[in-house]
């Protein structure tokens, strides 16, 4: 199977509304969200939390393509730098 094209798209993944009932409700902050051990630490400003200093790019999916017709996506990381490089 030899891969015909790989392509980014845009993709806009819908995120539950915590506030709804049947949500269920994590038992504890993401790690995401709490103070962790990196380099950005030692600075006040940015040590509370990992949101605070990354940046917040659009999402988007990688499309791929064989030559037998069979596809598969993902989810990618890191918005624009990335859709260029999978583009390119």
């Known amino acids: 199977m030899k891969i015909k094209s790989i392509k980014a798209v845009t993709a806009d993944f819908l995120r539950p509304d915590k506030s709804d009932d049947t949500v269920s ?3 504890r902050p993401s790690w995401n969200d709490r103070p962790v051990a990196n380099p ?8 509370k939390s990992r949101p605070s200093w990354t ?3 659009e999402n988007f999916g990688c499309l791929i393509e064989a030559e037998d017709g069979n596809w598969g996506f993902a989810i990618a990381n890191h918005g624009k730098p990335v859709a260029t490089i999978i583009d390119e």
């Open 55 to 57: 940046p917040n790019w």
């Open 40 to 47: 950005m630490t030692r600075y006040p400003r940015y040590a």
């Open 25 to 27: 409700k994590e038992s």
